[in-house]
């Protein structure tokens, strides 16, 4: 019942910047962390950035310096700024958010559609 539209994908020259959004539908439900992963082809999906409800954020060693993720609570986005932009960045970026439902005891993983980063020049 968490559903999450994303947005900012896009080609970009290397040392280029995008910011990707993640904004999630109003509900009957608590976010407790929201984040983002990628997937390149023939790889695995991994952990870019998270961002927990206390503020605490987690960053992929490859982005460190680069990336940075933070949230806009009154619209229910998150956000994520990729500047200094390589091409080993390209890959389809999805947002996550980690929700419980009011009805529910336990959290769930709701994933947004996905947005094509490309980074080539």
């Known amino acids: 019942q968490v559903q999450l539209v994303e947005s900012g994908g896009g080609l970009v020259q290397p040392g280029g910047s995008l910011r990707l959004s993640c904004a999630a539908s109003t509900g009957a439900f608590r976010i407790n962390a929201m984040g983002w992963y990628r997937q390149a082809p023939g790889k695995q999906r991994e952990l870019v950035a998270a961002?927990?409800?206390?503020?605490?954020?987690n960053y992929a060693d490859s982005v460190k310096g680069r990336f940075t993720i933070s949230t806009d609570n009154a619209k229910n986005t998150v956000y994520l700024q990729m500047n200094s932009l390589k091409p080993e960045d390209t890959a389809v970026y999805y947002c996550?958010?980690?929700?419980?439902?009011?009805?529910?005891?336990?959290?769930?993983?709701?994933w947004g559609q996905g947005t094509q980063v490309t980074v080539s020049s």
């Open positions: 961002i927990s409800s206390g503020g605490l954020t």
């Open positions: 996550n958010v980690r929700a419980r439902l009011w009805i529910e005891r336990s959290d769930y993983d709701y």
